[in-house]
Nanobody, 120 residues
Framework: QVQLVESGGGLVQAGGSLRLSCAASGSILSIRSMGWYRQAPGKERELVARIISRGSTNYADSVKGRFTISGDNAKNTVALQMNSLKPEDTAVYYC??????????????WGQGTQVTVSS
């Protein structure tokens, strides 16, 4: 079994910062990528940032220069540092991981989500 748990969401004023964290646990053999997605009311879930095990990253154009994703392979964790937050960043943020579990195959897993609200 694999579980992803997010933390760090909250309410912040525009221009402020938040740091989200996600920890993967369970019968994990390997993780080849982890990322953050977000979903605002009435919108589709979208990729915010992703990092692969070898360190390369990918960001949505809307967050480039403001958000930074980082990972710790030894701890199976990923973090998202969010700076210069804007009201349009308000959404539920979900952690995602591409995981190889013991006795299984590569599969995607999702956390329960953490709310980020940015006030103007």
């Amino acid at each position: 079994q694999v579980q992803l748990v997010e933390s760090g969401g909250g309410l912040v004023q525009a221009g402020g910062s938040l740091r989200l964290s996600c920890a993967a646990s369970g019968s994990i053999l390997s993780i080849r990528s982890m990322g953050w997605y977000r979903q605002a009311p009435g919108k589709e879930r979208e990729l915010v940032a992703r990092i692969i095990s070898r360190g390369s990253t990918n960001y949505a154009d809307s967050v480039k220069g403001r958000f930074t994703i980082s990972g710790d392979n030894a701890k199976n964790t990923v973090a998202l540092q969010m700076n210069s937050l804007k009201p349009e960043d308000t959404a539920v943020y979900y952690c995602n991981a591409d995981v190889l579990a013991y006795g299984s195959h590569w599969s995607g897993y999702w956390g329960q989500g953490t709310q980020v609200t940015v006030s103007s």
